[in-house]
């Protein structure tokens, strides 16, 4: 979801850079609570404002455009609901087909084909969607996949949304790689699209102290990810033996101290560290032992 109880649907637009947004006044995709239209998308490469003669070309240039227009509305093609394939040539539909089917073949929107005239000569296809971003589940098919992080290229997509999440604290590589070693890192991924991550701190001390962070970057929040992420944290922190289990927010990051407070973590102490001025927020759940 986009919005809490009482509050007016979040509308946002989506601009890609293409020259026809501007000249013609129209978004590549707007946000409306949770439902995200994406207009009418052709084969364009829109840094370039090239375009491909090949009709599968295009239609592949079509779906990276639009993947990237869902993106930043924070959803994926495993979000679509509905698709319209215009073309001005019926006999060019059908060999791209196993392009089509490579990015809604698990989805199975609603779909419908036209033939109709486009805006430009060269256009030979032209694709738009809909999608709604609903609540998220892990398990098969189109759904959130949470996994270790292993190798460097897990890392740096753990340290990218780290860092998107608490600028203060933004790691290096080698960081990343040295917090990878003593903590257990995670991924959380929408179809394959990278979209929260999470650290596991051993428990240590008398009290037997683990600490779970979960973090989803903001274009995804507000669809059960960092639920996800925070229970799937949880249970490998019991595995480990947690007597108690902690949590740390930049005070500044309203949603992660609303989102630590619903599931029962109550602040415990706050503090600047030493040469700093960022706040910092040190919580534990209310209960004596994860149950």
């Not at 979000?79 to 073309?87: E, G, I, S």
């Not at 001390?205 to 925070?230: F, K, M, N, S």
């Amino acid at each position: 979801m986009t919005k809490r109880l009482g509050e007016a649907p979040v509308r946002r637009a989506v601009v890609s850079g293409s020259t026809f947004e501007e000249r013609i006044g129209y978004a590549r995709a707007v946000v409306d609570g949770d439902w995200v239209h994406v207009s009418g998308t052709t084969g364009f490469d829109y840094a370039t404002m090239t375009i491909s003669g090949d009709v599968v070309e295009q239609a592949e240039q079509c779906l990276h455009n639009i993947a990237t227009a869902l993106a930043e509305a924070g959803c994926t093609f495993a979000d679509v609901v509905r698709v319209r394939y215009l073309l001005p040539a019926r006999e060019d539909f059908e060999p791209c087909w196993p392009v089509l089917r490579r990015a809604f073949g698990q989805v199975r929107p609603a779909a419908t084909m036209m033939v109709c005239g486009l805006a430009d000569e060269r256009m030979r296809i032209e694709i738009e969607v809909y999608a709604r971003r609903g609540a998220v589940a892990t398990g098969a098919g189109p759904a959130l996949r949470i996994e270790p992080v292993a190798g460097d290229a897990m890392v740096e997509e753990w340290r990218h949304v780290h860092n998107v999440i608490v600028p203060p604290a933004a790691m290096t590589p080698d960081e990343a790689r040295e917090r990878a070693g003593r903590n257990r890192l995670a991924n959380a991924y929408l179809a394959d699209v990278l979209v929260g991550c999470s650290t596991v701190r051993p428990p240590g001390g008398e009290e037997r102290v683990a600490t779970v962070i979960a973090r989803t970057l903001p274009a995804y929040r507000g669809r059960g990810i960092g639920t996800a992420l925070y229970e799937e944290g949880l249970a490998h922190a019991r595995v480990l033996g947690a007597e108690a289990v902690e949590t740390v927010v930049l005070a500044a990051n309203a949603d992660g101290l609303r989102f630590a407070g619903a599931r029962g973590f109550a602040e415990k102490e706050r503090y600047v560290l030493d040469g700093e001025h960022d706040e910092w927020v040190d919580l534990r759940l209310a209960a004596a032992r994860p149950a």
